[in-house]
């Protein structure tokens, strides 16, 4: 699951702010405009832009080296001060340019209700020896990280020549690029890997409709013709979809969630998205946690972050859960699903005849492996092939049953062959497991299984326990 991966370091290149919230009560109208009075009651700061990406990022457990502008002004020590709450984040690539003011975006709130935006901001390009100190510090924390992020707002710190820097030293180390891009079109950004474009700034860059999936999969293909990356489409209610250079879709539905803010909630995504592809996980699982992480974001109060714990509460409540007894096929959508959720699924079978300590021992150490347990069990045909006409002792429904019963067990599914393999090569699990009376090169299907990044693990077991053992204790006589 999510706490137990390890996440690496992010680079996170691009437009910092400082987001502040003035809260209060309105009460009444002014009598000198048709405007409303607010009652001050508070001020508060938070990290915005490229710095609320880097917060997300630190909140789930990932080291990040943010880098950016800031201005000779009072808001930047306010922003390096808000950042200090994350001691994962190193603010030493943030570079100072007296010409330019500390983008700040002011919120005057009534309650939940936001009255009026003030943004303090200059987007022309910085003059170039801001821009060289800019590709110094991005090439620094580049040659540190294990992946990147460019998060670009159009404030002027991520233009061609920074791109191009970036890009190029990412290619020379081997590590990824992700962009959260806001140009009119995409070809800048060739050389990501990952655009993550929401569908406002997909129809602008692209011109074509998204008003359904097969629109918005058209749109990605268009999108990454121009960047060469996969597209990652944010979709707000309707969830995300992302799209391959390989052609494969994969469509994530929104998670059910009451709404308070959406300002933000795109640096939740592209800040999971980077931190689970830093513990080594595929892209779309990625992609799986950030939908929850961004249904997370959108039910709290402006830019906020999502943690790691509560992260992983909402993963587990998402768990498919369609009984305990499955087909095989079932159990192979589950097992991907849940692998797209971050856990990692571990497999073992047997007949399970007469259910005794033995048995037990091993299923508990088999869970003790992983996240989610799969038991596949030898069918009645099965067993009789393998032990004799006078087995098993309790049909597969009666054995299902009873295995299912279990806490260590989340899935049981029957299989007719002689060997489990079919069902191995179906389910692709993580872990497989055997007892320690077997050698690993026997193990059936641990070649499938170790070839697809999984590994075998041998359990012990507990001697002088198996069903032969009870069928002949109970028929001696007396």
């Given at each position: 699951?999510i706490e137990n991966m390890q996440f690496g370091t992010i680079a996170v290149i691009g437009d910092v702010m400082?987001?502040?919230?003035?809260?209060?009560?309105?009460?009444?109208?002014?009598?000198?405009?048709?405007?409303?009075?607010?009652?001050?009651?508070?001020?508060?700061?938070?990290?915005?832009?490229?710095?609320?990406?880097?917060?997300?990022?630190?909140?789930?457990?990932?080291?990040?080296?943010?880098?950016?502008?800031?201005?000779?002004?009072?808001?930047?020590?306010?922003?390096?001060?808000?950042?200090?709450?994350?001691?994962?984040?190193?603010?030493?690539?943030?570079?100072?340019?007296?010409?330019?003011?500390?983008?700040?975006?002011?919120?005057?709130?009534?309650g939940l209700q936001q009255i009026v935006r003030i943004d303090n901001e200059d987007t022309t390009p910085p003059?170039?020896?801001?821009?060289?100190?800019?590709?110094?510090?991005?090439?620094?924390?580049?040659?540190?990280?294990?992946?990147?992020?460019?998060?670009?707002?159009?404030?002027?710190?991520?233009?061609?020549?920074?791109?191009?820097?970036?890009?190029?030293?990412?290619?020379?180390?081997?590590?990824?690029?992700?962009?959260?891009?806001?140009?009119?079109?995409?070809?800048?950004?060739?050389?990501?890997?990952?655009?993550?474009?929401?569908?406002?700034?997909?129809?602008?860059?692209?011109?074509?409709?998204?008003?359904?999936?097969?629109?918005?999969?058209?749109?990605?293909?268009?999108?990454?013709?121009?960047?060469?990356?996969?597209?990652?489409?944010?979709?707000?209610?309707?969830?995300?979809?992302?799209?391959?250079?390989?052609?494969?879709?994969?469509?994530?539905?929104?998670?059910?969630?009451?709404?308070?803010?959406?300002?933000?909630?795109?640096?939740?995504?592209?800040?999971?998205?980077?931190?689970?592809?830093?513990?080594?996980?595929?892209?779309?699982?990625?992609?799986?946690?950030?939908?929850?992480?961004?249904?997370?974001?959108?039910?709290?109060?402006?830019?906020?972050?999502?943690?790691?714990?509560?992260?992983?509460?909402?993963?587990?409540?998402?768990?498919?859960?369609?009984?305990?007894?499955?087909?095989?096929?079932?159990?192979?959508?589950?097992?991907?699903?849940?692998?797209?959720?971050?856990?990692?699924?571990?497999?073992?079978?047997?007949?399970?005849?007469?259910?005794?300590?033995?048995?037990?021992?091993?299923?508990?150490?088999?869970?003790?492996?992983?996240?989610?347990?799969?038991?596949?069990?030898?069918?009645?045909?099965?067993?009789?092939?393998?032990?004799?006409?006078?087995?098993?002792?309790?049909?597969?429904?009666?054995?299902?049953?009873?295995?299912?019963?279990?806490?260590?067990?989340?899935?049981?599914?029957?299989?007719?062959?002689?060997?489990?393999?079919?069902?191995?090569?179906?389910?692709?699990?993580?872990?497989?497991?055997?007892?320690?009376?077997?050698?690993?090169?026997?193990?059936?299907?641990?070649?499938?299984?170790?070839?697809?990044?999984?590994?075998?693990?041998?359990?012990?077991?507990?001697?002088?326990?198996?069903?032969?053992?009870?069928?002949?204790?109970?028929?001696?006589?007396?």
């Amino acid at each position: 699951m999510i706490e137990n991966m390890q996440f690496g370091t992010i680079a996170v290149i691009g437009d910092v702010m400082l987001d502040r919230y003035i809260s209060g009560i309105v009460s009444r109208i002014s009598p000198e405009a048709p405007i409303p009075i607010l009652l001050h009651e508070k001020l508060t700061a938070v990290a915005g832009g490229a710095a609320n990406v880097a917060t997300n990022a630190a909140a789930l457990g990932a080291r990040v080296l943010l880098v950016g502008l800031v201005g000779a002004d009072e808001f930047a020590p306010a922003l390096i001060q808000t950042l200090a709450r994350w001691p994962r984040i190193d603010t030493t690539g943030l570079v100072t340019d007296a010409g330019r003011p500390t983008i700040t975006k002011t919120r005057v709130m009534s309650g939940l209700q936001q009255i009026v935006r003030i943004d303090n901001e200059d987007t022309t390009p910085p003059a170039p020896p801001i821009t060289a100190q800019l590709v110094e510090q991005a090439h620094a924390a580049i040659d540190r990280a294990d992946i990147v992020v460019c998060s670009d707002y159009g404030k002027g710190v991520l233009g061609d020549g920074v791109l191009d820097a970036i890009f190029t030293r990412a290619r020379a180390r081997g590590i990824p690029v992700i962009v959260d891009p806001k140009r009119s079109t995409f070809a800048a950004y060739r050389g990501a890997s990952l655009i993550t474009p929401n569908r406002q700034e997909m129809a602008r860059a692209t011109g074509l409709p998204l008003l359904d999936d097969g629109q918005v999969v058209a749109a990605a293909r268009e999108a990454g013709a121009q960047s060469g990356s996969d597209v990652l489409v944010t979709r707000s209610d309707e969830g995300m979809t992302l799209w391959r250079t390989d052609g494969a879709v994969t469509h994530v539905r929104a998670k059910a969630a009451e709404v308070f803010d959406v300002s933000g909630a795109g640096d939740t995504v592209v800040a999971t998205v980077a931190a689970i592809l830093s513990a080594g996980q595929p892209v779309e699982t990625a992609v799986t946690i950030a939908g929850t992480a961004a249904s997370l974001s959108v039910g709290k109060l402006g830019t906020a972050t999502v943690s790691r714990a509560e992260l992983s509460r909402a993963l587990m409540q998402d768990m498919p859960d369609s009984g305990k007894r499955v087909t095989l096929e079932q159990a192979a959508a589950i097992a991907s699903e849940w692998r797209h959720h971050g856990m990692r699924v571990v497999f073992t079978n047997g007949c399970f005849d007469l259910l005794h300590p033995g048995h037990i021992a091993l299923l508990q150490a088999a869970a003790a492996q992983g996240d989610k347990l799969i038991v596949a069990l030898n069918t009645d045909r099965s067993v009789k092939r393998l032990k004799g006409e006078s087995r098993p002792i309790q049909d597969e429904q009666a054995r299902a049953a009873v295995i299912g019963a279990l806490r260590a067990v989340d899935l049981v599914v029957l299989f007719d062959d002689d060997t489990p393999l079919e069902a191995i090569r179906a389910i692709m699990p993580d872990i497989l497991v055997k007892g320690a009376d077997y050698r690993e090169d026997q193990v059936v299907g641990g070649d499938v299984v170790k070839a697809g990044g999984g590994h075998v693990v041998l359990v012990d077991i507990v001697s002088g326990r198996s069903t032969t053992a009870l069928v002949n204790a109970a028929a001696r006589p007396g």
